[in-house]
Nanobody, 114 residues
Framework: QVQLVESGGGLVQSGGSLRLSCAVS????????MGWYRQAPGKERESVAV???????NYVDDVKGRFTISRDNAKNTIYLQMNSLKVEDTAVYYC????????WGQGTQVTVSS
């Protein structure tokens, strides 16, 4: 059973930055495509960034140029560096396997104020 523990969220002003971390149990980062997702109030969960085992990354248009996904296989951790944050980035952020998710973690709340 893979466990995912997200951290690093918080309250930040528009234009600010946050770095999210996701600790993954087990050495799976070199096997699976992994991603960050977010769910805003009243909206469905959406994928925002993906990284594959070779390091190739992809982003939803809304966050391109502002967010960077990375991973540290030795630490079994995925990161999401978020810069130039906007109010509309406010959501609970989750990490998980891309397209075929494991059991979801608790997520980490990101709140961007104007």
């Amino acid at each position: 059973q893979v466990q995912l523990v997200e951290s690093g969220g918080g309250l930040v002003q528009s234009g600010g930055s946050l770095r999210l971390s996701c600790a993954v149990s087990g050495s799976i980062l070199s096997i699976y495509d992994m991603g960050w997702y977010r769910q805003a109030p009243g909206k469905e969960r959406e994928s925002v960034a993906v990284i594959n085992p070779t390091g190739f990354t992809n982003y939803v248009d809304d966050v391109k140029g502002r967010f960077t996904i990375s991973r540290d296989n030795a630490k079994n951790t995925i990161y999401l560096q978020m810069n130039s944050l906007k109010v509309e980035d406010t959501a609970v952020y989750y990490c998980n396997r891309h397209l075929y998710p494991f059991t979801w973690g608790q997520g980490t709340q990101v709140t961007v104020s104007s």
